[in-house]
């Protein structure tokens, strides 16, 4: 019965959006994964809207005969979050691409949901202002909103909890909703922009956003430097935000991640310790002054080999080696997989919690390096293993849970960035208790057919 009510959908889907809706196996393939190691489930059929109008009308047709519907933005999440484990249509609103407004004066902007933040940052070149969530993947905005994403700007310029200011929503029954306005602050009732922000399309699909935007820096410096411990780098980035270095970037990769670097990027060419990737924004002077403060409190913990980036391109190279330590982890060992984790403390705890965390990775036997946003204490697991032998796997999955649970021994979360997805999903009730509860009340009054992304976050039928 089930799936006859899914044939009568996709027949009205196609009505309603012609060669626009796709039951091909190769497009439905690439709407049945995301980037990192997860089981693959396909979608029965692909749709393409481009406008909120036809997000509305999907769901009234998918409401009406009760099938499943998983927003799409480009794949890029790393828990499962797109995966349509029980099948219906997959919500792919990468045509929804166009920046609708730039208020230069009021410093934001209003985009559809699959605009990229490269694509943005493209066109506010001009302006002499920026987005600046930079999550590593050229993620859509809309994805970025429904998982929260954040990078490694966050410490300056927050994660996109900070920088959404409202959203346009199409509801489960295809009600269309707009939250939160172009204002700086509200008093005005429940915060409903920050309900949907980080609900990974349990609840609705977002058509439409207002982001916040700041003025680019007069000087931009980038730099990396080495320690002998993690420890000591550790202890460098909390004495430097303790004492009030605006830092904008801060990223930790351990030794085991800086060997993976310098594989998968020769031209690198860094000592296999443990470093800091950082980037100064100010004026000229501003940034001066940050520096010499950061040396100073480095100096304290044995920082060595600073290198300098001044030039555009040469820390772009440097950022974009950042953001591929994945495959640069994955470089350790040929024909691995990974299990990717990641978890955010207090940051009075992080050098203890990555501590006891590569203690665990000892105990295992296993390879698996970290790298951070370290200003957050937020730090990623990179958890490699052989995908033919069953034990390995085994082991890297309780890896990941001894390490989430050590998070929350110190006070932490399960995830600071990645989001629940499918992958969290199992340490919710030990994150947050009678709340979790709440969670589910919600996702039942606003999605009382469970048909809004179901299997993800919270269950309620």
């Known amino acids: 019965m089930t799936q006859d009510k899914t044939a009568i959908a996709i027949a009205a889907l196609k009505d309603l959006l012609g060669d626009r809706l796709s039951t091909g196996e190769s497009i439905r393939e690439i709407h049945g994964r995301d980037e990192a190691y997860s089981e693959p489930a396909l979608p029965d059929a692909v749709v393409f809207p481009e406008n909120t109008q036809e997000v509305s009308a999907i769901m009234k047709i998918c409401s009406g005969h009760g099938v499943p519907v998983v927003p799409f933005g480009i794949g890029t999440s790393l828990e499962g979050h797109v995966i349509p484990v029980r099948g219906g249509i997959s919500v792919d609103t990468s045509r929804m691409n166009k920046v609708l407004e ?43 909103a429904a998982t929260r994403a954040s990078g490694t700007n966050t410490v300056r310029y927050g ?5 959404v200011m409202a959203l346009e929503v199409v509801l489960p029954d295809g009600t269309v909703i707009n939250t939160g306005s172009r204002a700086r602050k509200s008093s005005a009732g429940y915060d409903l922009t920050h309900l949907f922000v980080g609900s990974e399309g349990t609840l609705g699909i977002i058509t439409e956003l207002t982001v916040r935007l700041f003025g680019q820096p007069d000087t931009i410096l980038a730099a990396t430097c080495a320690f002998e411990t993690v420890d000591d780098a550790v202890n460098t980035v909390i004495m430097a935000i303790q004492i009030g270095i605006p830092m904008a970037r801060i990223e930790l990769l351990d030794d085991v991640q800086m060997k993976g670097m310098n594989i998968y990027n020769p031209d690198l060419n860094l000592p296999e310790k443990p470093h800091l990737f950082l980037e100064f924004h100010g004026s000229e002077a501003g940034v001066r002054e940050q520096v010499e403060l950061f040396e100073s409190v480095g100096g304290e913990f044995g920082v060595s080999g600073f290198q300098w980036a001044t030039r555009a391109e040469d820390r772009n190279r440097l950022w974009t080696a950042r953001h591929n330590a994945y495959y640069a982890g994955k470089s350790l060992r040929q024909g691995c997989e990974g299990v990717v984790t990641d978890c955010c403390v207090p940051i009075s705890a992080l050098a203890d919690c990555i501590a006891r965390t590569k203690a665990l990775i000892a105990e295992a036997g296993m390879i698996a390096p970290i790298v951070g946003h370290v200003g957050d204490g937020n730090f990623h697991l990179l958890i490699l293993f052989d995908p033919n032998d069953p034990d390995e796997l085994t082991r890297a999955k309780t890896l990941a849970a001894e390490v ?27 994150e947050h208790g009678a709340a979790y509860a709440l969670m589910a009340t919600l996702k039942r009054a606003v999605d009382p057919d469970n048909i809004m992304n179901p299997g993800k976050i919270v269950e309620i039928n």
């Not at 943005?120 to 070149?125: F, I, Q, T």
């Not at 994660?159 to 920088?163: F, G, I």
């Open 404 to 430: 989430n649970h050590v998070a929350l021994s110190f006070g932490g979360t399960v995830t600071g960035e990645h989001g629940v997805g499918i992958g969290k999903k199992k340490y919710m009730a030990d």
């Open 102 to 144: 730039i208020h230069e004066s009021d410093l934001d902007a209003v985009v559809q949901p699959g605009v990229t933040r490269t694509q943005l940052n493209d066109d506010l070149r001009a302006t002499g202002l920026m987005f600046t969530v930079d999550p590593g993947a050229d993620a859509t905005l809309g994805g970025m």
């Open 159 to 163: 994660t996109m909890r900070e920088n």
